[in-house]
């Protein structure tokens, strides 16, 4: 029987499996790594087979998931074709920055490229996923790779070049980033811990979730939230005073910069 094979069973390959599963995704998934542990992980908690080599993962493959480190993904794509098995004619990577020019001239006709950004958050059904799709893949593979990831989380269909910038932009470590700043600044303030988590939680999940719910703009929200003379104005143009935007739009480029470093 064929299957849904990764090549790399990290923690982005664990994330899907564990979505993909809770959505009743009942596929046979197999997965191929050289760490025997991380298989172990996969196989206990989201049922994913394992292939004792890379050629029987490529063997059984229907769709071929690559799932390791940018810098890593030339030298496995030149191990796939050593083992002298054809690949399936689709092909997914999950490298961030490496383009599909490059995934192409590593990986030649007649394998179609699709490059996609799966969120960790896929874990729990709510990741975004960015796809691009190279120019070759047929509007029903098209239509098959979106339904796949559209089991764990919305799917936005992007032009190549705005790959980098997403990919720096849609982490959810920037959610993680704030909540600790400013739960660590609240505490500086006199909360203790656990109220100061709840505090910021609060400031940045709840507060998002009323914009996607309330169908407000920000604009809007923003005029709501902070009354002039307010707490939250005084609070708001101190941040923006000491460079909050500036740090932000610093950090987007720094992500960008080093997903274009992935390209060589």
């Excluded at 046979?28 to 025997?36: N, S, W």
């Excluded at 975004?128 to 190279?134: D, E, R, V």
């Excluded at 708001?236 to 950090?251: I, K, T």
Aim: net charge positive.
């Amino acid at each position: 029987m064929k299957a849904t094979v990764f090549l790399g069973a990290g923690r982005i390959t664990g994330a899907l499996a564990a979505g993909l599963r809770r959505a009743g995704d009942e596929r046979t998934i197999i997965a191929y790594d050289r760490h025997a542990e991380k298989l172990r992980v996969l196989r206990r908690e989201s049922r994913v087979g394992t292939a004792r080599d890379l050629k029987s993962a490529v063997e059984q493959a229907e769709m071929l998931i690559v799932a390791v480190r940018p810098r890593s993904v030339k030298e496995m794509l030149a191990e796939v074709a050593a083992c002298g098995v054809a690949p399936p004619k689709l092909c997914i990577s999950l490298a961030a920055g490496v383009p599909l020019r490059n995934l192409r001239a590593w990986f030649g006709p007649p394998v179609r490229w699709v490059r996609a950004m799966p969120s960790p958050v896929c874990r729990i059904e709510k990741g975004l996923t960015p796809l691009c799709f190279g120019r070759r893949v047929s509007n029903a593979d098209r239509a098959r790779v979106r339904k796949f990831f559209e089991q764990v989380g919305p799917v936005l269909e992007l032009r190549e070049e705005q790959m980098d910038a997403i990919t720096a932009a849609f982490s959810p470590s920037h959610g993680y980033h704030a909540l600790a700043r400013l739960a660590a600044a609240a505490q500086r303030a006199g909360l203790d811990r656990k109220t100061a988590l709840i505090a910021a939680a609060h400031a940045l999940a709840d507060g998002i979730e009323y914009w996607r719910r309330s169908g407000q703009s920000l604009d809007e929200l923003l005029h709501e939230a902070a009354t002039p003379g307010g707490t939250a104005a005084a609070t708001m143009a101190a941040m923006d005073e000491s460079g909050y935007g500036r740090a932000v739009a610093n950090g987007i480029w720094a992500g960008i910069r080093q997903a274009r470093r992935n390209a060589s």
